[in-house]
């Protein structure tokens, strides 16, 4: 799980969320006990229309402020160690 | 090699662009070729606070791309939220569609070879955005990755094929009709070359007359058709070796390299990526009205199979020629307007199968960036047919008009092309040569017809090429027979 | 020690009467605010302030007021962008970020020539009921510094109660704005989802997330909500309903309101018996306003935190991943993509930010989605459900808005199911969308206690109106720490 969420934990994380993680099956099985035949899950709370927006552009960011909080930039480029092409980070 | 004893199943996933003017979530422009990060902002970026708002053009485009293939576009479709880390992905997600795509089954028709037509079915076209990407450079060999995000957030459909392709060339013969039916649609330009179409190939073996599907590989972001075509054959190969040798394919993303023709594993699959899909609570689900969908149905121009069928029966063209020419729609319109002008479509059909085609290759390759006219190509062809001017003199004009534009009389005129018919003048080219070449004139006959063609070539010789090709072989019959 | 400042109404007619500028307000909640060891403030804007400040003098004085906000000092919670500033979350990952645009909740406000001295401090990126999970040290309560203001609008809350602002914005998930505004005895409103554009609020669980006003009355909560309300293209969960003039709404008493109270939230065991009897009484004041009460039920109101907490990390899971070093932010050195990300995060978010991660990613991942996520969102349903069902019975909802007063520093911190266990009372309101409110009814124990009003959607009004006139027959909106009783 830490992994899937780019987390590294020290032992002693590792026991409290253990026990974490026991505290949210207990919920878990209150919610088991409720009847939810039929029932839709909340999407939103009040029903909406899809918004939409015209497609038309409208300039961004300079990039001197897209860059600008960049902890490491190459020209106007974020710079990060070799990925290897394809694959997950 | 044992691949004769396989036989490969191949599906297809193909991430295109769609031709909107703006990102599928926010404003920024969609350009080809900026300098990096030019076309960004806090929703691309994904900056702290920043939100998605979907854009219409985009959803109008999908709708059409489905109903161009017959699929059934669902009034009410989902986005979800792909989650997985990596540098070119700013969210830590992508947000795309999962169990409630935009547009179900459809299918696209590919010319076989033995079979004529077939049509082949598709899983399912979904809406997403596009990731951005990395650009190459020496400092990678330093350990460093330069990430570019204009692409980030362009808007995408990726169409899934059932596993139905059977070879390299109908994997090909897939996406070439595909593209057609983007190009005809204004979905998109679906330019391989600018990456504005990717394929990921997804291919296993099974034995012929098997009805089970063997362990299949996905071989990612195959952005030309050679490569596709390249990518499957390696594959084939390589797991039917696996196989013959006893072995198991094991499930594999692959990454194929041209240089060596072989495709390379980059990652195992072990387990089925956990992307931990959920509805994107930042957007409603998209819920569209059945009116306006029809209303977009009503808008499709003719489909590319429907106007070759209609060619092939209005023109007697046979199929090939047809399908040259309605591989864009500008060219199929070009030369309805040549045949209303001039008359004869297998005529017409031949000019531009050979001689436009010839100048076409020579420039940019769109007919609409040329200045030839529909009238003018057939004036000319009128003019060639009337022996006006020789068709090596016309191909000549042809090149201008294509350049210049123009009225193609006028040019003939001008440049002094006229097809030399003076009968007199002819006359006594044809005594001259058939008084050069007596041995010729016996063998003519003597019975070999064909030394006609060369005694005309000496005739045009002399005649600076401007003799009429008809009038020439008909005044040297004469002389010969007479 | 210099005075406290009053409430937004006062201020107002002060500037307006020319006995003070906006100026010397701003200087003056700055140095109380440097007076005051509340580790409410995370940055001020001094310069920036002052400048704003002497312009809207300006304006006032050739007559050309923008709204009633003009040359008003305020706060904004370190999780609300605004150009030019930091946008820290309270976290050592957004270390040294500069928002590069503004929130449109921002942007409203500069419209409004409202003044922003300073960013308040929070439970890292609005996880916490406390404001200790802060990786800027812990906000403290004016009325008690050894103890919690709430959270995790902590900040935003203890400003408002010590004086040093009159308006403060919060953000409010699952009960920030009113558990703080609760245990610090000032006035936090949660709109209803989608009233007030998130545009620029760094996400926590967006079907749940709004920002709201803390402020010293009702009266002036409705003229911030006033600004902040309305349709915003730029976020799509943002309602079009027109905005309604709340200001208006405030007919100071209760005739014809029916008040409903939900027995599951008046259970005994589960309240102080000083919050209980304060919210008790005043239920009471609102019948001598007008309101006639009835008892409603609620049913799944036990199933609530759960719900909550299942819906919100797992959205949380996600929203959080854009954290990573590579944009922005701070970012941990290393050779290789895969431990880029993982150090950045494990240093740069804080235990509790880090929990809720986990967990979410856990609700979310394959084999358990529908157990748990989809599962939830079912039960959230049910608990809309609820609410609309009880609506038709009644105008109003009321009840305590914690069930204790505020707790001391440290008490809860190592304890994650005592501490979610103190948003009880408000998570269900955020989970229905409904607006609510909390409004100052005691003081037990010499700490504050808040009375909850709930409304149906776009019952802002309604709200609005039931509290003003409850305040204006107390004189708990007028109390400050330190004063004897």
């Known amino acids: 799980m830490a992994g899937l969420a780019r987390l590294s934990l020290g032992e002693d994380e590792v026991e409290s969320l253990t026990a974490d993680l026991d505290t949210i099956l207990d919920y878990v099985e209150m919610l088991q006990s409720v009847d939810t035949e039929g029932v839709e899950p909340t999407a939103h709370a009040l029903p ?42 | 090699m044992s691949a004769a004893s396989w036989e490969p199943v191949i599906g297809l996933e193909v991430h295109v662009h769609l031709k909107t003017d703006s990102k599928l979530f926010c404003r920024c422009p969609v350009r080809y070729g900026c300098e990096p990060n030019h076309q960004v902002c806090p929703v691309c970026l994904a900056l702290p606070g920043a939100l998605p708002v979907l854009n219409r053009g985009a959803v109008e485009r999908a709708v059409r791309i489905g109903l161009a293939v017959g699929g059934n576009v669902n009034a009410h479709s989902v986005f979800a939220r792909k989650n997985y880390f990596y540098p070119d992905l700013p969210k830590g997600y992508q947000i795309s569609q999962y169990e409630d795509p935009l547009v179900s089954g459809g299918g696209v028709d590919i010319a076989t070879a033995d079979e004529g037509v077939r049509t082949v079915p598709l899983t399912r076209i979904h809406m997403e955005e596009d990731a951005g990407k990395s650009v190459h450079g020496d400092w990678e060999t330093a350990g460093e990755s330069h990430m570019d995000l204009n692409r980030a957030g362009v808007p995408l459909v990726e169409i899934v094929s059932e596993p139905e392709l059977r070879s390299a060339d109908e994997a090909s013969a897939f996406l070439r009709a595909l593209r057609a039916i983007l190009r005809y649609t204004g979905v998109s330009d679906a330019d391989m070359e600018k990456g504005q179409m990717r394929c990921d190939v997804n291919l296993s073996l099974r034995r012929p007359g098997s009805g089970t599907l063997g362990t299949r590989t996905e071989t990612k972001n195959l952005n030309s058709f050679r490569s596709v075509e390249g990518a499957i054959h390696a594959e084939m190969v390589r797991q039917a070796e696996v196989l013959d040798d006893g072995g198991e394919i094991v499930q594999a993303t692959m990454l194929f390299d041209a240089d060596s023709g072989r495709t390379q594993l980059m990652r195992v699959k072990e387990n089925a990526d956990d992307y931990r899909y959920f509805p994107d609570p930042d957007l409603i689900s998209l819920d569209l009205d ?100 020789t068709p090596q003199s016309a191909r000549d004009v042809l090149r201008e008009l294509a350049e210049q534009g123009g009225d193609p009389e006028a040019l003939i005129r001008e440049r002094g092309l006229e097809a030399v018919s003076d009968s007199g003048v002819l006359e006594s080219a044809a005594d001259q040569v058939l008084a050069d070449n007596p041995e010729m004139a016996e063998r003519y006959r003597g019975g070999e017809t064909k030394v006609l063609n060369f005694l005309m070539g000496q005739v045009m010789k002399r005649t600076q090429g401007k003799a009429s090709p008809p009038l020439v072989r008909e005044i040297l019959a004469r002389k010969l027979e007479g | 020690m210099s005075e406290p400042l009053g409430n937004v109404s006062e201020l107002r007619a002060a500037l307006d009467a020319g006995s003070v500028s906006s100026l010397e307000l701003v200087e003056s909640a700055l140095a109380r605010a440097r007076g005051l060891d509340l580790g409410a403030l995370v940055a001020t804007r001094a310069d920036a302030a002052r400048e704003e400040a002497s312009l809207a003098d300006a304006r006032r004085a050739s007559g050309d007021l923008r709204s009633p906000l003009d040359g008003i000092p305020m706060a904004l919670k370190d999780n609300i962008a605004a150009a030019g500033e930091p946008c820290g979350c309270a976290s050592r990952i957004l270390e040294g970020y500069t928002s590069p645009y503004d929130s449109t909740a921002v942007a409203r406000l500069r419209e409004a020539g409202a003044v922003v001295v300073g960013r308040s401090n929070m439970d890292e990126f609005a996880m916490g009921s406390s404001t200790e999970h802060s990786a800027l040290g812990p906000a403290r309560n004016p009325w008690d510094p050894e103890r919690a203001p709430g959270g995790s609008s902590g900040g935003s809350a203890a400003l ?93 008493d209760c005739t014809g309101l029916t008040v409903g109270l939900p027995r599951e939230y008046f259970v005994e065991e589960g309240v102080d018996p000083g919050v209980l009897g304060a919210v ?94 989809r599962k939830a969102q079912q039960v959230r349903t049910l608990i809309r459900r609820d609410f609309e069902t009880a609506f038709e019975q009644c105008d109003l909802i009321a009840t305590p808005t ?64 039931a509290a003003d006139a409850f305040e204006r027959r107390t004189d708990w909106t007028q109390r400050w720490p330190g004063e004897t009783p």
């Not at chain 2, 070759?308 to 199929?319: I, K, N, T």
């Not at chain 2, 297998?346 to 200045?371: F, H, Y």
């Not at chain 3, 006003?213 to 911030?224: Q, V």
């Not at chain 3, 124990?445 to 149906?456: F, V, Y």
């Open chain 3, 402 to 465: 914690t069930p204790d007063t505020a707790f001391r520093l440290g008490e809860r911190s190592g304890d994650p199911l005592r501490m979610y266990l103190s948003d009880i009372y408000t998570v269900s309101a955020s989970l229905a969308g409904i607006p609510g409110l909390s409004t100052p009814c005691g003081l037990p124990g010499g700490l504050p206690a808040g009375l909850q009003l709930l409304a149906p959607a776009l019952g802002e009004p309604v709200l609005l109106r």
């Open chain 3, 280 to 373: 008790r009484d005043a239920v009471l004041e609102l019948e001598k306003a007008g309101a006639r009460t009835r008892e409603i039920s609620l049913p799944h109101t036990r199933h609530a935190v759960s719900t909550y907490y299942l819906v919100a990390n797992a959205e949380a899971s996600s929203n959080l991943s854009r954290f990573d070093g590579v944009r922005y932010g701070r970012r941990a050195e290393s050779d290789d993509v895969g431990a880029l990300y993982r150090r950045t995060r494990s240093e740069g978010f804080g235990p509790e930010v880090k929990r809720r991660i986990l967990l979410g990613t856990y609700v979310l991942s394959a084999g358990y989605y529908d157990a748990y996520y």
């Open chain 1, 48 to 89: 909406l229309p899809t918004p939409l927006r015209e497609d038309r552009a409208e300039l961004g960011l300079a990039p001197e402020e897209a860059l600008g909080n960049a902890p490491a930039a190459a020209g106007t480029t974020f710079v990060v160690p070799k990925v290897i092409e394809g694959g997950e980070a």
């Open chain 2, 290 to 389: 059945p009116a306006w969908i029809a209303q977009v149905r009503e808008g499709l121009p003719e489909l590319p199979g429907r106007k070759r069928a209609r060619f092939q029966e209005s023109y007697e063209l046979p199929a090939g020629d047809a399908q040259t020419l309605i591989e864009s729609r500008a060219l199929a319109d070009f030369f309805e307007a040549t045949v209303r002008a001039h008359g004869t479509a297998r005529s017409v059909a031949n000019w531009m199968l050979r001689d436009v085609a010839a100048v076409l290759k020579e420039g940019e390759g769109d007919i609409e960036a040329t200045r030839l006219e529909p009238g003018a190509l057939a004036a000319l062809i009128g003019l060639v047919d009337a022996g006006r001017v």
């Open chain 3, 160 to 252: 408002v109660a010590a004086g040093i602002v009159p308006l403060a914005l919060g953000s409010d998930t699952g009960g920030s704005i009113r558990q703080p505004a609760a245990l610090c005895g000032v006035v936090g409103l949660k709109p209803t989802y989608g009233r007030v554009s998130r545009y620029g609020l760094v996400a926590f669980a967006s079907s749940l997330d709004q920002i709201g006003p803390l402020a010293r009355t009702s009266a002036d909560a409705a003229l911030a909500l006033g600004i902040l309300a309305g349709h915003d293209p730029r976020d799509s969960t943002s309602l079009p309903d027109p905005v309604p003039d709340y200001a208006a709404a405030l007919a100071g």
